[in-house]
């Protein structure tokens, strides 16, 4: 007796996939019978049956149709077929890294294994502040709008950084908001770093050219930049809701820029476990947090390359990417309103090792993308200032507690002294001029060992805003 698998039987159980029936039924020929010769045998032997398809291959030869249960009956006890089996529907393989979505639409673990939500930013423009974007890949096919370039030589991608952003924000398929407008802002180049003067006016940029509603994506990052900081202040001025990076050196967020700018909504990155990601910054500055850790996204190789990496940028744009979705039903809402709806509907207490952080993790929940969603106050009241440093890291010259840590530099007989590649950045001495000398002359002294930092008893000393740029300890001295 031939056998009949239905997808309701042990043999599609062991993969745990909730196969999908056609309605039909696979009917497959032993080789060597007569019906597997020739098509026409076939259709004459079963011609009780309804064949609407045949299948005729080397070593296979069968049919698919619609079968009563008498058919079955029927074709079970013939001495010519193999076996019977339930026809079903299959599926291109989807990435296996989109937990971050599945994450952000539910409150709790474990995951569901789905992303619904009842908007999709139609309406909204997001502008991705980082490497630029592939234009021409699929994810963002008909929906990429103009940009702005301050590197030089277009807002084409050649780092695979902001492609990946802009895929988490609006990709068809990676995408928390998946019919937002995306304009690539290429501030940095194909090696990830730019400078805080080509962000600046980048931003200003959007903030003149911004149709709202609106919402920037800023993965990046970098040491504290009054600049830079009053530039994110002015485009959440300007109607634009402003999304940062917390930042990857597991440290005081507010010791960064632009984490630190009140006016952004910033964010800390989580595992799939709802821990915080331990590169994650933390601290008070931080104001929600997000799935940063192996987020699978879009990547800059090709027109349907994709990528898994990890960072508090790609947590950022999961925000970014939920701002675009409420702003799609409140297209009036202010960057303060929008930073409101955000935090006061993150779903609160699920996440571990917050330092400090509030403990909030985003959440779609309550998007409709239709009626407002009530009346989040237009002017929450601020935070106090927060402690710049509530669990200051062991002071890099310890036989010397009034050093230069905070100029990015070392101490001479003179005074404090600053590393040129700090200075260039805008990350150090703000009143450098007054209070920093030329370094020591010292052929052993941390410059030598691009070191960025200063001489201790124990050796060299890295400052934490050049380490963040790549500038120094390039061998590994401190």
Same mark, same amino acid.
């Given at each position: ?64 149709? @619609? ?11 013939? @001495? ?267 779903? @609160? ?32 009241? @601020? ?96």
């Amino acid at each position: 007796m031939a056998p009949v698998y239905r997808l309701n039987d042990n043999i599609r159980d062991e993969s745990g996939f909730e196969a999908k029936p056609t309605g039909r039924f696979i009917v497959m020929v032993k080789e060597g019978e007569p019906s597997a010769s020739s098509r026409e045998a076939m259709m004459a032997h079963f011609s009780d049956m309804v064949i609407e398809d045949t299948i005729d291959a080397p070593n296979m030869h069968g049919f698919a149709g @619609p079968l009563s249960e008498d058919d079955i009956d029927q074709l079970k006890y013939d @001495p010519e077929v193999a076996f019977i089996e339930e026809e079903q529907l299959f599926f291109a393989n989807g990435p296996t890294n989109l937990w971050g979505l599945d994450r952000i639409d539910q409150a709790n673990l474990p995951l569901n294994g789905d992303y619904t939500v009842e908007a999709d930013g139609t309406g909204v423009e997001a502008y991705i502040v980082d490497t630029g974007v592939r234009s021409s890949h699929s994810q963002f096919a008909g929906r990429m709008g103009p940009g702005y370039d301050a590197i030089g030589g277009g807002t084409e991608d050649c780092n695979g950084h902001g492609t990946h952003v802009a895929g988490t924000v609006g990709g068809s398929t990676y995408g928390v908001a998946t019919n937002v407008s995306i304009h690539p802002v290429r501030v940095l180049g194909c090696s990830g770093s730019g400078s805080t003067t080509g962000i600046i006016n980048a931003l200003n940029w959007i903030g003149q050219n911004a149709t709202l509603p609106a919402v920037a994506n800023m993965s990046l990052g970098g040491g504290g930049s009054k600049a830079l900081d009053t530039a994110v202040a002015n485009l959440a001025n300007a109607g634009v809701a402003v999304v940062v990076a917390a930042g990857n050196e597991n440290q005081n967020a507010c010791n960064v820029s632009p984490a630190r700018e009140a006016s952004a909504v910033t964010v800390g990155s989580t595992t799939s476990s709802d821990n915080r990601s331990g590169f994650s910054n933390w601290g008070s500055c931080v104001d929600v947090f997000a799935p940063g850790s192996s987020i699978t996204s879009a990547w800059h190789t090709g027109n349907n390359a994709s990528n898994t990496i990890s960072g508090t940028s790609m947590a950022s744009p999961h925000v970014a990417g939920v701002a675009a979705l409420y702003l799609q039903g409140n297209p009036n809402a202010t960057p303060a309103q929008v930073a409101a709806a955000l935090e006061n509907n993150a779903t @609160p207490g699920v996440v571990s090792g917050t330092n400090g952080s509030p403990n909030l993790l985003i959440n779609t929940d309550f998007i409709t993308g239709g009626d407002p969603i009530g009346d989040p106050d237009p002017d929450p009241t @601020p935070d106090p200032d927060p402690d710049p440093d509530p669990t200051p890291d062991p002071d890099p010259t310890p036989d010397d507690p009034g050093g230069c840590y905070d100029s990015c530099g070392g101490q001479s007989a003179d005074g404090c002294w600053c590393d040129d590649a700090c200075v260039n950045y805008g990350d150090c001495c703000d009143n450098y001029e007054d209070e920093c000398v030329e370094p020591p002359p010292n052929p052993d002294s941390c410059q030598e060992t691009n070191a960025c930092g200063g001489q201790a008893p124990g050796g060299c000393w890295c400052d934490a805003a050049c380490v963040n740029y790549g500038d120094c300890c390039s061998d590994g001295p401190c």
